[in-house]
Nanobody, 125 residues
Framework: DVQLQASGGGLVQAGGSLRLSCAAS????????IGWFRQDPGKEREFVAG???????EYGDSVKGRFAISRDSALNTVYLQMNNLEPEDTGVYYCAADRIGYSSSYYRAHGMAYWGKGTQVTVSS
C-alpha cells in the first residue's frame, strides 16, 4: 500500500520557520511527483508547492520567496522548508503523490492519486 507520512508541524510565532517532511513508502519514489497542500476548516484545500519527478518546482503565489520544496530520493522523502511564517499560513498540511502532475493547474484539473494524513501548522501573531 502507498503511504505518505507528513511530519514536522507545530506551533511557531510569526516570522519563524518550520520544516515539514513527507516520507513515502509503497511506491517507486522516483516515478512520482509530490505536492504539498494546506487546508483550514471551512476552506478549500490550497496548493502550496509541488516538485516533479525530474525536479521541476512550482509554488503557490502566497508562499513564493518564503517556502522551498526539495526531494531526497535516497530517503524517499520530500521536504517543505517554511520561512518567515505568517498567521495566514496556519492550517493542516498534506502531502500527495501522483505519477503525472505536480502543479496547481494539474491538481485543479485532475487531483492527486495518493494522499497522506496531514500535520498541523499553527502560526501565532
Amino acid at each position: 500500500d502507498v503511504q505518505l507520512q507528513a511530519s514536522g508541524g507545530g506551533l511557531v510565532q510569526a516570522g519563524g520557520s518550520l520544516r515539514l517532511s513527507c516520507a513515502a513508502s509503497g511506491l517507486t519514489f522516483d516515478d512520482y511527483a509530490i505536492g504539498w497542500f494546506r487546508q483550514d476548516p471551512g476552506k478549500e484545500r490550497e496548493f502550496v508547492a509541488g516538485v516533479s519527478r525530474t525536479g521541476s518546482i512550482e509554488y503557490g503565489d502566497s508562499v513564493k520567496g518564503r517556502f522551498a520544496i526539495s526531494r531526497d530520493s535516497a530517503l524517499n522523502t520530500v521536504y517543505l522548508q517554511m520561512n518567515n511564517l505568517e498567521p495566514e499560513d496556519t492550517g493542516v498540511y498534506y502531502c500527495a503523490a501522483d505519477r503525472i502532475g505536480y502543479s496547481s493547474s494539474y491538481y485543479r484539473a485532475h487531483g492527486m492519486a495518493y494522499w497522506g494524513k496531514g500535520t498541523q501548522v499553527t502560526v501565532s501573531s
